[in-house]
C-alpha cells in the first residue's frame, strides 16, 4: 500500500482532528487553542468534483478540499488541479476539511514525499507514542505560549514548514516572544512542532 492509497489516517491521540486554515485577517489568539486557525497542507490529489478535491499527504492522510468562489489557484489555472497534481492548501480548516483560500500548484512536485523522507517524518499509528527527540534548533519553548497569528506572515512560516517538513496538517502558526515562529503539526507521530525563524527559514522540528 502506497501512501497515496491509504486514506483518511486521522491523529485523533495527538492534538485532535484535522485542522483547518483561512487567509487574512490578523493577529487571533494570545495562546494556542483547539479551533479554526491557519495553516495548511501538502499532497497529490486524489479525485476532483464540483465542490473541491481530495489529497493525500506524504504520509497518507486524506484531506477534503470544499473549494469556494473565493479560492484562488497559484503557479497555474484552476483547470490544473486534477488528480496527480501537487498542491499546496492553505485555508480554514474543520475536522478533516480545508476550506481553502489559496491553492498553490507545485509543478512537477512530489506531494512533499522526499522532503518527508528526508525528514524522518513518521506517520501517524494508533498507539504508538512519538519520540522524543529533536532536529537542529529548539527553542526555549513550552507549548501554550505565544501569540497565534494569521495573514499573509502566517502564511509564509506554514510555506517554510510544508517545504521542508511536510506529510502532516499544520493546524495553527504561533509567534514566540523572540519573533521566530512555532508552526504546529497534527496528524503525524513526528514532528509536532516545527521552528521558522523570522526570515522564514525552518531552524529545527521535534
Known sequence: MTAHSRKWIVATGLTGALMAVTLGGTTASAAPASGPAEGGSTGIVDSTSASGFTMSTATGVEVTVAETPATKTVGSSAAAVRA?????????????????????????????????????????????PSPAKSV???????????????????????????????????????????????????????????????????????
Open 84 to 128: 496527480g497534481a501537487s498542491v499546496l492548501v492553505l485555508g480554514t480548516v474543520d475536522s478533516a476539511t480545508i476550506t481553502p483560500s489559496r491553492v498553490v500548484v507545485q509543478r512537477h512536485g512530489d506531494g512533499g514525499v522526499a522532503a518527508a523522507e528526508a525528514a524522518g517524518v513518521i506517520p501517524f499509528q494508533q498507539g504508538t
Open 136 to 206: 537542529g534548533r529548539i527553542p526555549d519553548y513550552t507549548e501554550g505560549e505565544g501569540t497565534i497569528i494569521s495573514g499573509v506572515t502566517a502564511d509564509k512560516a506554514v510555506k517554510a514548514a510544508q517545504t521542508v517538513v511536510p506529510g502532516g496538517v499544520n493546524d495553527r502558526v504561533v509567534q514566540l516572544d523572540d519573533g521566530e515562529y512555532e508552526v504546529h503539526n497534527i496528524s503525524v507521530n513526528w514532528p509536532h512542532h516545527v521552528f521558522v525563524d523570522q526570515d522564514f527559514k525552518v531552524v529545527g522540528y521535534e
